[in-house]
């Protein structure tokens, strides 16, 4: 079974606080990505990654960095966290190909107060 | 851009009997996929099913099946012998056929279904 595991499953920060999540994918995945998801909007894409390095700019990426250094760990880091920022953040990550899915995280409840 | 809209919040239904989801999406594009996901209340997101715009017949996943319209630009998503394990958020989804980057996902707002005992 694909496994894609998230550092925390809640997390309570301070404004302004620089925060790391990160996710961990064990079935050799190019493909990673992050995203938040909020009441009524669904989830909307922040980045991704489709190799080691690489990283794009998803939907709404502003106050968001990533970073992928090894294939298997894509890092979502919040500069400076603000309360605008207080979510559910979930990881994916999908092998190359079209048609394959996309297998999810357990996801991380991050407050910022 | 792409656009996926699920226009119901919240949907009920007894255990045992049918309910049907509905998703629109909007695109140009005459090549894609299109998904349907599940996220129960642990929240670990799973693939219930999924369609190629280029396949007319309609997927079908035991008691999960579509009816895609791929003129109407509407996949729907029906639910048989409704258990009480169903009960979860589903987000429709959408993915281009082109081959750009990882082939991100477009997602609804999500329905909320509930199953009465």
């Known amino acids: 079974d694909v496994k894609v595991t998230q550092s925390s499953r809640y997390l309570v920060k301070r404004t302004g606080e620089k925060v790391f999540l990160e996710c961990v994918q064990d079935m050799d995945h190019e493909n990673m990505f992050w995203y938040r998801q909020d009441p009524g909007l669904g989830l909307r894409l922040i980045y991704f990654?489709?190799?080691?390095?690489?990283?794009e700019k998803g939907d709404i990426p502003e106050g968001y960095s990533v970073s992928r250094e090894k294939k298997e760990r894509f890092s979502l880091i919040l500069e400076s966290a603000s309360t605008n920022q207080t979510s559910m953040y979930l990881c994916?990550?999908?092998?190359?190909?079209?048609?394959?899915?996309?297998?999810f995280g357990p996801g991380t409840r991050l407050t910022v107060t | 851009a792409q656009t996926v809209t699920q226009s119901q919040p919240e949907m009920s239904v007894q255990e045992a009997e049918t309910v049907t989801l509905s998703c629109t999406y909007d695109?140009?594009?005459?090549?894609?996929?299109l998904f349907w996901y599940k996220q129960p209340p642990s929240r670990q997101m799973i693939l219930v099913i999924r369609q190629e715009a280029y396949k007319q017949q309609n997927a079908t996943e035991n008691r999960f099946s579509v009816n895609f319209q791929k003129a109407a630009k509407s996949f729907s998503l029906k639910i048989s012998d409704s258990q009480l394990g169903d009960a979860a958020m589903y987000f429709c989804a959408y993915r281009s056929g082109l081959n750009q980057g990882a082939q991100k996902l477009v997602f609804g707002q999500g329905t909320r279904l509930t199953i009465n005992p």
């Open positions: 994916a990550s999908s092998s190359g190909g079209l048609a394959y899915e996309q297998y």
């Open positions: 695109t140009s594009e005459s090549d894609y996929y």
């Open positions: 990654s489709y190799d080691v390095k690489m990283k």
